[in-house]
């Protein structure tokens, strides 16, 4: 209003001046066509703050009218340390400042930009609009995305009452940021934790970041391939490239990227069909494909700690203990029965096509697409490609799927689980690891593994299907399992 006003109404400049007088920060104008910088303040710069980020370790509830209210797993700015509490800033959750105890408190990291619920990678100013305006969203939303005038800095878009509001969020020659020159930050987070404590200074609470909008469950899951966009390369593997990618600028997944040599395109159609009908909280969620053209995109949700196996090999991963190891055995064998129940064959069950979550919730990854594969990629003439040592002897051998086979590959994982990711059959050859199974030979029980569990694991390694337990059989007697180690 105040720019509208001056140019338009230049006589009344001294009267003008006595409202705004000069110096004040003032309110962005919503139809400037680029983002406009709150004048600076005349209050004394300090310098960049160093970074001062905690996460709370225990939850505290305020004794006093100046302590702060915090649960565990909050991410907090702290100001100041006081005696033995850290007058601190809350990052999640409704804005607010007091004193926690330095001991319900540790010093925490950055989180990636990606990974903040405030900042979207890849939007327009107007998709920025439209997202702040959209029913999920009330005045106080806000959201921080790249600058499209000026490559390197940000721009951070508030809705108000009366429609958007857009800062520019510069970078300073020390790389420190700033709305206000004067006022530096180390980080994005840090100048959020002050405007949200501060917010008069430009005008617009910043009361939650922007909720965005769902992508809606299509009729046709077919989606244009401009829609994602490809960012970092996670692996590759027998069902082609996995890529971490965006859709539609701001919604993280997982994008398979197979070529179209390696693929039944014409089965393609008539597998989604049955993939996007399978719906459970332990299998990997489809959420498009792009089969127009090549290559063919298969987009699922994406699990940011990666595949079983590679997790069970990390520094995280070897720490787990037996009880822990058991948990992600039923979770598995509890999607795997879901398929058996809906009579869907995986074909390539195994630690690397189980994808884990940051909460550690394991699921089912790849089930069906073996189906895909062009016959000389994937069968036992081509012993180079064909998961021998994860394939029950009638698949390997005559090429006979069924939820038996499955299970016979279950109990492979098993041992990858009780090993931490230890290849099954170390040092045989696919041809000599038929033979020997072929004359009885069962991988050895892993030092980890409990003897119930690999009484388990030989049931399913029953060189006779029909003697295999089903999967549900599995995750009951898994599940009884881990109640009794339970500590």
Known sequence: MEPF?????TFLSFFWDKIWPAGAAPSPDPDAEVEREPAPRVEPCSGP???RLFRVLHD?????????????????????????????????GWPSTGLVPLTHVAKATPEPLSDQPWYFSGISRTQAQQLLLSPANAPGAFLIRPSESCHGDFSLSVRAQTGVLHY???????????????????????????????????????????????????????????????????????FGEVWEGLWLGFMPVAVKVIRAADMKLTDLAQEIRTLKSLRHERLIRLHAVCSAGEPVYIVTELMRKGSLRAFLGSPEGQVLSPPVLLTFACQVAEGMS???????????????NVLVGDDLACKVADFGLARLLKDDFYSPSSSSQIPVKWTAPEAASYRVYSPKSDVWSFGVLLYELFTYGQCPYEG????ETLQ????????????????????????????????????????????????????
């Open 338 to 352: 879901y398929l058996e129940e809906r009579r869907v064959v995986h074909r390539d069950l195994a630690a690397r």
């Open 60 to 92: 505290f509830r305020a004794q006093s009218a100046g302590q702060l209210s915090v649960s565990r797993g909050d991410r907090l700015y702290g100001l100041r340390e006081e005696g033995g509490c850290v007058l601190a800033c809350r990052l999640t």
């Open 168 to 238: 520019r969020v510069s970078t300073a020659a020390d790389g420190g940021l700033y709305l206000q020159k004067d006022r530096l930050f180390p980080s994005l987070e840090e100048l959020l934790a002050y405007y949200k404590a501060n917010w008069k200074l430009i005008q617009n609470p910043l009361l939650q970041p922007c909720v965005p909008q769902k992508p809606p469950e299509w009729d046709e899951w077919e989606r244009p391939r401009s829609e994602f966009t490809l960012r970092r390369k996670l692996g590759r593997g027998y």
């Open 49 to 51: 703050a160093p970074a």
């Open 428 to 431: 045989m050859s696919n041809h």
């Open 5 to 9: 006003l001056r140019k338009r109404l």
């Open 436 to 487: 020997r199974i072929s004359r009885g030979y069962r991988l050895p029980r892993p030092a980890a593994c409990p003897a119930e569990v690999y009484a388990l694991m030989l049931e399913c390694w029953s060189y006779n299907p029909d003697l295999r337990p089903d999967f549900s059989a599995l995750q009951e007697r898994l599940g009884a399992v881990g109640r009794r180690r339970r500590p």
